[in-house]
């Protein structure tokens, strides 16, 4: 390959088409290290644990980028400009594509709304409370960033456990929650570990697991909103919860 | 090194040098995010308001409003600075034609771009309905170089001024601009907490979801026809759902047991990236939105959750408590080559890539324990801190020009939405009612 014809450049180009995905980043960024190179390769013939669909919907619509909506796009300065109609943003393709001319309707909320679905929440919510209330279980609080539960928690599931257990058709909840300091998405994660752990500890303590369910809140719905360590402790905590509906 | 290794590693390496060359289009760009960026001076002599009744919607007058709402826009594209042309006596044009004399002096004051025009009701429609003509003089040239007319019912007022403001962007840089991009987000009503969006100057917001419980974290497709967030339905378990904005219609995408947040659509719609526990702990995750199969990209006792897509689509920022407290990694597209992005501070999390690529806004935790918003360069060579003071500052999106962000803050007490320059300069408050607005997120530029 002493001297390499152009003409030789789009053939080239053509095999490295076929060759692509053979090409991972690491074999790029490495050097191309054969071993590296044959490892990646492998790796993406087995896709880790191959594939599944469990849980994930087969009918949504391709979100697939097809370029910009010609509608929607800027037309330029004019000297001697023609009248572009605008429409109201919420009728046509989210008004946001744009079908250019297409009429308004300024729909302020979206058509398939249920008016009724938040009361119905409020109904479920204090079903729920009431007989949380009933069954007198006990909250577990953490420290800060913490999902370790404490003496005073370890009391405290120590009684819940006697009466989820003498109440053997209870479906009990164990929400996660977690005070307002930190990102929106890291805390579910800690409410989540806040949940489990507390999940966890009532089963070490014969509770049966298919009993709880554990459910993340993050920050989200906290007990109160003040900013100071008497509210976050508040809001950092596993609360039970006694199951009503589904 | 054999020869087929070499040959199999010059081809990779000649294919980087044409995904360079390929992608070259979308990495080169005005450089008017640099701080020594020369802004072209713009005045706005005024939008005049004619004939016809006053706007019933509001006191001010139509033109004026116009006129408000188009000198923000001009004042946040960072493309143009807005002078002030009060003191220089400078009369309005005619439309078209020849330039009025006085703009020859205002272009020896050093004003680059004179802008005016006209709006008023317009009295022979059934229905309300507005008019705006919007002219621009360019003092390089010393003529009128153009204009626009828009018509259209009294909803669309703002819209006037933003797509006029958009067209002196694209006049002067060939960027679409931001004046009419969206942002979702995140507001309570009553216990429940909902999707919105609003225009990126935080008016017109519109309510998308009436679930009545939890809705978090809504993220564009590129196409700006989608959201896709986290839902929780039924309070006891978490989903993946896509809204489409024209509609309302819904679409649950992924629904399985544990947490399943942060999703967010890659730059070419093909894929959702997200974070999902149902196999034990929060783990990423990549749906194929066209064949619906999913791979799983991480395997590691810590969570992780957030990613965030480089411009190309080829690699993932992301949030991992892997070794400790949280902290940023990068990986490709597949799930291959993790690496360690951020080593300063126990917290680090919330990335979001830049549409420019060159930088990656994030929550940093300080040494005093407040979250502020950083910004380090992928390769990790550069890191600045850029907001101060109190409040938990959560949720950093880029605007599609890669000069702005949009962020939630507790820095006034209640969660509220800001904006601020990627220089850190000109930080704004947009949303000021309700109790609680969060995980703003801004549209693709359309």
Not at chain 2, 20 to 33: K, M, N, R
Request: charge should be neutral; glycine fraction near 10%; include cysteine.
């Amino acid at each position: 390959m002493k001297k390499l014809p152009a003409i030789y450049l789009p053939l080239i180009l053509g095999i490295l088409v076929v060759v692509t995905p053979a090409c991972s980043k690491k074999a790029v960024q490495s050097g191309g290290d054969a071993q590296t190179l044959q490892q990646e390769t492998a790796k993406s013939g087995t896709t880790r644990e191959g594939t599944r669909r469990g849980g994930v919907s087969p009918n949504f619509p391709d979100t697939a980028f097809s370029g910009r909506n010609d509608s929607s796009s800027l037309r330029g300065l004019d000297r001697d400009p023609s009248e572009e109609r605008l429409s109201s943003e919420a009728g046509s393709n989210g008004g946001l594509g744009g079908n250019g001319g297409s009429g308004s309707n300024g729909n302020r909320l979206m058509a398939k709304s249920d008016p009724g679905a938040a009361a119905r929440q409020l109904a479920e919510i204090r079903a729920e409370q009431i007989a949380s209330a009933a069954a007198e279980l006990r909250d577990v609080f953490f420290a800060y960033d913490s999902f370790s539960i404490t003496d005073e928690g370890r009391h405290a599931l120590s009684n819940n456990a006697e009466w989820i257990k003498s109440n053997p058709n209870t479906q009990l909840k164990i929400e996660g929650h977690c005070d307002e300091r930190g990102t929106s998405a890291y805390n579910l994660v800690l409410g989540e570990k806040r949940a489990k752990a507390v999940r966890n500890y009532l089963v070490e303590l014969g509770v049966a697991p298919d009993h709880l369910s554990v459910v993340s809140y993050g920050k989200e719905r906290p007990f109160c909103t003040e900013h100071a360590e008497s509210c976050y402790s508040q809001n950092r905590r596993g609360h039970l919860v006694v199951r009503t509906g589904n | 090194m054999t020869f087929r290794t070499g040959v199999i590693v010059g081809f990779c390496a000649l294919l980087g040098l044409v995904w360079i060359i390929e992608s070259g289009a979308a990495d080169v760009f005005l450089e008017a995010t640099r701080s020594d960026f020369q802004k072209i001076p713009l005045g706005v002599v005024g939008i005049d308001h004619v004939g016809g009744p006053e706007s019933p919607e509001g006191r001010a007058k139509l033109g004026s409003r116009i006129e408000e709402v188009l000198k923000g826009d001009v004042r946040r594209s960072l493309v143009f600075s807005l002078v002030d042309l009060s003191n220089l006596g400078i009369k309005a044009g005619g439309r078209g034609g020849e330039p009025h004399p006085s703009f020859k002096q205002a272009a020896e004051n050093g004003v680059s771009v004179i802008v005016w025009g006209k709006a008023g009701m317009k009295t022979d429609t059934k229905t309300p309905d507005v008019s705006m003509d919007g002219y621009v003089y360019d003092a390089g040239s010393d003529e009128v170089v153009g204009g626009k007319r828009y018509a259209g019912s009294t909803s669309v007022v703002r819209l006037m001024a933003h797509r006029f403001a958009d067209e002196l962007v694209f006049r002067y840089t060939g960027e679409p601009g931001i004046a009419r991009t969206k942002i979702a987000y995140v507001s309570q009503q009553g216990t429940a907490r909902e999707i919105f969006v609003m225009d990126y100057d935080g008016f017109e917001a519109r309510q998308l979801t009436t679930d009545g419980f939890l809705n978090l974290m809504p993220h564009w497709s590129p196409d700006r026809r989608f959201l896709v967030f986290t839902a929780y339905r039924n309070r006891n378990t978490q989903e993946i759902d896509m809204i489409e904005l024209a509609t309302g219609k819904r679409w649950t995408l992924v629904s399985q047991g544990g947490l399943n947040i942060t999703p967010a659509l890659s730059p070419d719609g093909h894929f959702l990236a997200y974070s999902s526990s149902h196999e034990g702990n929060a783990e990423l995750y990549r749906l194929d939105t066209r064949t619906k199969v999913v791979q799983r990209l991480t395997t590691n006792a810590g969570g992780d959750l957030s990613p965030s897509w480089s411009p190309s689509g080829r690699e993932l920022i992301f949030t991992s408590d892997r070794s400790g407290g949280p902290q940023l990694f990068l990986m490709s597209a597949d799930g291959a080559n993790v690496r360690r992005l951020t080593f300063d501070g126990d917290y680090n999390a919330a990335p979001a890539w830049s549409p420019r690529g060159n930088w990656i806004a994030y929550v940093c935790r300080t040494l005093k324990k407040e979250y502020k918003l950083c910004l380090i360069t992928p390769d990790g060579q550069k890191r600045m801190q850029l907001t101060t003071g109190p409040g938990v500052d959560d949720s950093p999106s880029w605007s599609p020009d890669g000069r702005h962000l949009v962020f939630s803050s507790t820095a006034d007490g209640k969660s509220q939405i800001y904006m601020i320059n990627a220089d850190g300069k000109d930080l704004e408050r947009i949303t000021f009612t309700g109790t609680h607005n969060s995980a703003p997120t801004w549209s693709p530029a359309s």
